[in-house]
């Protein structure tokens, strides 16, 4: 294969290593086990890095979102409402999920209504931070909700202003994974008059 994804054809590995140094690209076997095995010609230092740096992305999105946990009372005064209002905000803000609870008190058991107009009231005044996950869910003495947020925890972190630093530091060099498959790079060995294929360390 071409550097550009190209086909070839089946050449000899003598001819194979020509193009690769006329091209000042390396030969990478990409498909040992194919028959005739496949090569490529490529710049392998950018192939590990860009490598590299796709595991460094997937990982950054896989990020653990947590379920946060707040607490209301049936009979909540607007002033109440928006201080626990704001801290939902800045759960779903963060990338996390919120689990909303109503506790129920005596005789407030027998007005569920109450409870869903209230978290209905919740979910529409934040409705461009979340969606509902859950129904508002009556269990016993306790009523919940589930928001889930709009923005994936990754890009909530990634929009957070970073702290300034005292002193100046080094760019952060790409963190060394391993790929999928690991391509092996050829080199052209003459011993005596047979030509072989080796790997280069």
């Known amino acids: ?9 089946v050449v000899r590995v003598e001819d194979a290593l020509r193009l690769a140094e006329e091209a000042g690209l390396d030969l990478v076997e990409v498909a040992p086990n194919a028959k005739p095995p496949v090569a490529k010609l490529m710049d392998y ?7 590299a ?13 947590q379920l946060k946990e707040i607490r209301f009372r049936l009979k909540i005064d607007d002033h109440d409402f928006g201080v626990k ?10 990338g996390d999920k919120v689990k909303v609870m ?7 058991q ?17 409705g461009d931070l979340a969606t509902v996950e859950s129904m508002p869910r009556q269990d016993g003495r306790n009523m919940t909700m589930v928001l889930a947020p709009t923005k994936r925890k990754a890009d909530a972190s990634a929009a957070r202003p970073s702290a300034p630093n005292a002193g100046a530091s080094a760019p952060n060099a790409p963190a060394r994974t391993r ?4 391509p092996t790079r050829l080199t052209n060995r003459t011993d005596g008059d047979t030509h072989r294929l080796t ?3």
């Open 1 to 9: 294969m071409g550097p550009g994804g190209e086909q070839v054809g």
């Open 45 to 51: 230092g950018k192939y590990k890095y860009e490598a």
């Open 199 to 201: 790997t280069k360390e």
């Open 85 to 94: 209002k704001g801290h939902v905000e800045r759960f779903l803000s963060a």
């Open 110 to 126: 027998s007005r569920p209504e109450a409870g869903v107009r209230l978290l209905q009231r919740l979910a529409e005044e934040i």
């Open 102 to 108: 109503i506790m129920f008190r005596g005789r407030e």
């Open 179 to 182: 790929p999928e498959w690991q």
């Open 53 to 65: 740096q796709k595991a460094r992305d997937a990982r950054r999105n896989q990020a653990n979102t």
